[in-house]
Nanobody, 127 residues
Framework: QVQLVESGGGLVQAGGSLRLSCAASGHTLSRYIMGWFRQAPGKEREFVAAIVGIDVNTFYADSVKGRFTISGDNAKNTVSLQMNSLKPEDTAVYYC????????????????????WGQGRQVTVSS
């Protein structure tokens, strides 16, 4: 079973940058699809970005495309989300998610398809 531990996030002013990291214990991330989702108060969890097999393919929600970058480090078993040009509407709890590529039925933007989740990290963007 994969254990995902997130770090990073915090409070930043609009236009600033933050970085989130997700470390997977004891598993080679090249075998996994890794996703970032977020959930703002009173809203449903929404897809942010995904990476398949560590830098093989990446996907982004339209709302973050061009501002966020998802990347993986197989040696460190870590996936990161670099968030630039942050906006107040990016404020949410961000969750790392993972599932084995071999058994993943997709689609990558559907949170219900991921079996492993991190604890969540708060990202707050002030205006």
């Amino acid at each position: 079973q994969v254990q995902l531990v997130e770090s990073g996030g915090g409070l930043v002013q609009a236009g600033g940058s933050l970085r989130l990291s997700c470390a997977a214990s004891g598993h080679t991330l090249s075998r996994y699809i890794m996703g970032w989702f977020r959930q703002a108060p009173g809203k449903e969890r929404e897809f942010v970005a995904a990476i398949v097999g560590i830098d093989v393919n990446t996907f982004y929600a339209d709302s973050v495309k061009g501002r966020f970058t998802i990347s993986g480090d197989n040696a460190k078993n870590t996936v990161s989300l670099q968030m630039n040009s942050l906006k107040p509407e990016d404020t949410a709890v961000y969750y790392c998610a993972a599932d084995l590529i071999a058994s993943f039925s997709g689609p990558y933007y559907d949170a219900r398809q991921y079996n492993y989740w991190g604890q969540g990290r708060q990202v707050t963007v002030s205006s």
